[in-house]
């Protein structure tokens, strides 16, 4: 009897020792999905204000253009100097598109390992819920043993009584 518990004890401390990593495993995955989403969500921010800053942009190119067409005629020597700063627009235009397309990709790439890290959760838990079934079917096949075990000591101890008288 004194075997059982012990043997019992013991399954109990492994399994509770499973289930703290389980437990801690699950605390650091999503911790780690916190901060991929924290980091997502700053991400997103700067995107939304690099767009602004885009548009802005934008409309500067076209205020200057315009500007360009109505001076062309009285001023060439200003179109010049007015077709520089449209090139140093257009080519931070393009840094900030190029830009903006670096921070999808790793927006993109960040939902992704997200969902990686959603099913890896999945398959811990599942894992974990398998494994204290597969115990408590233990115990209980161990359980039903012991009380098999008591019964034949039981009937082996009235016999030997019998016996004795």
């Known amino acids: 009897m004194c075997l059982l518990i012990s043997v019992l004890k013991g399954q109990d401390e492994l399994e509770d020792g499973e289930q703290r ?3 801690a495993k699950k605390r ?8 991929l989403e924290d980091h997502c ?5 700067l995107k939304t204000a690099q767009e602004a800053e885009l548009n802005m942009l934008r409309r500067k190119v076209d205020i ?5 067409n109505q001076r062309q005629v009285a ?3 200003k ?14 235009l393009a840094a900030a598109e190029e830009n903006l397309k670096l921070v999808t990709e790793e927006i993109d790439k960040y939902k992704q390992e997200i969902g990686e890290m959603q099913d890896r959760l999945q398959k811990a838990e599942l ?17 039903v043993k012991a009380r098999f075990w008591e019964r034949k000591i039981v009937q ?10």
Do not use: I, P
């Open 79 to 92: 179109l010049e100097n007015t077709h520089c700063e449209l090139k140093a627009q257009k080519s931070q």
């Open 156 to 165: 082996q101890s009235r016999e030997n009584t019998y016996m004795k008288h």
């Open 64 to 68: 200057v253009v315009d500007f360009s």
């Open 28 to 35: 650091a995955l999503q911790e780690c999905e916190e901060l």
């Open 75 to 77: 001023a060439e020597g």
């Open 41 to 45: 969500n700053a991400l997103s921010s």
């Open 127 to 143: 894992n974990f819920k398998l494994k204290v079934a597969a115990h408590e079917r233990s115990a209980l096949d161990n359980w």
């Open 21 to 23: 990593a389980l437990r």
